[in-house]
């Protein structure tokens, strides 16, 4: 490829096609017309001697080639627009913003509640609305503006979605100050035989797959009580003889009332990231909020997010 006479236009009119998968969205998101785009698609295909986008049966599917090109693209164009808009000139103190977070009230406690405080201290002027996650609706809330920033699992999101991974997310085994049976180097038949809480996103279920790692082991638990939510089960066990797995991030700092160990057996953690919508991309305050989370995760948890939590032993 002659990259002499290489024209930027093109390069973000690819990165529109290839999110919005569509020439009439794109053209609409460049403020062009559908005929200059597609004109511009055809010089897209020639410059890189691939179709990029082909025909498919709602809008179109981007090539093996386009997809390894998107993420460089982005990442080139990204620098080209920080350096022209000086991202630096957004007024945290004087700003007058509202960011709408969609998240699990896990990630509320974990998250959004440690970044609100900061955010009170550094930008007094940007309000927060915290939304319920809803991971079947998230694109079109995202794509709408219903939606700004969401904290989940990143994998979790559409193709076509800005993501940032923050954290690695690990279990760890709660239960009251002066449990009786709770005590470091728990074995795995001593861990089954407790009564234990578990979370029921779909409401009262009580097998996870904790409970089939366990069956291979060839152990059952006791599960006495299965709540739908994570807020609720450092409460529950604080009072009582009952222990559960729950993310290490949501108890970090309650351990004066909660006694915390690992747990005997490995259990498969989860990533914990932030998506967004390429409509919120250039956006300065938008910007500036992501990175204030970015800050304060590494601030809380390390650099990499992969700083743990000190157990109890």
Not at 96 to 102: C, D, M, S
Not at 252 to 268: H, N, Q, S, T
Not at 283 to 305: D, F, K, Y
């Amino acid at each position: 490829m002659n990259t002499k006479r290489l024209d930027l236009n093109l390069l973000v009119t690819l990165e529109a096609l290839l999110v919005e998968q569509n020439v009439t969205r794109a053209a609409s998101r460049l403020h062009l017309s559908q005929p200059a785009v597609s004109a511009q698609l055809g010089r897209l295909r020639d410059m890189f001697d691939d179709p990029l986008l082909v025909p498919a049966q709602r809008g179109m599917t981007p090539t093996a080639k386009a997809l390894d090109l998107l993420e460089p693209l982005r990442q080139a164009l990204d620098h080209v627009r920080a350096a022209v808009a000086q991202h630096g000139n957004f007024d945290p103190a004087r700003a007058r913003l509202t960011v709408n977070i969609a998240c699990t009230d896990y990630l509320q406690v974990a998250l959004a509640q440690p970044l609100i405080l900061a955010l009170r201290d550094r930008a007094p002027g940007v309000r927060v609305a915290l939304r319920s996650l809803d991971i079947l609706q998230l694109e079109t809330q995202l794509a709408r503006g219903e939606v700004d920033l969401a904290l989940t699992t990143p994998g979790a999101a559409a193709p076509g979605l800005r993501a940032r991974h923050l954290f690695d997310e690990r279990y760890v085994l709660i239960g009251r100050r002066g449990h009786p049976r709770l005590r470091r180097n728990l074995t795995v038949e001593k861990f089954a035989q407790l009564e234990h809480v578990v979370v029921s996103l779909r409401g009262g279920g009580f097998v996870t797959p904790v409970d089939h790692a366990l069956a291979a082991l060839g152990y059952e638990r006791r599960v006495v009580l299965s709540a739908a939510s994570f807020l609720f089960l450092p409460q529950i066990v604080a009072q009582s003889d009952f222990v559960a797995l729950v993310p290490q991030q949501l108890v970090r700092d309650r351990a004066g009332e909660l006694k915390i160990v690992e747990c005997p057996f490995p259990v498969p953690g989860f990533d914990v990231g932030m998506v967004w919508h390429e409509r919120n991309q250039g956006h300065q305050g938008q910007r500036w909020v992501r990175e204030a989370l970015v800050e304060l995760v590494a601030g809380r948890l390390g650099t990499r997010g992969r700083r743990p939590l000190a157990v109890q032993r």
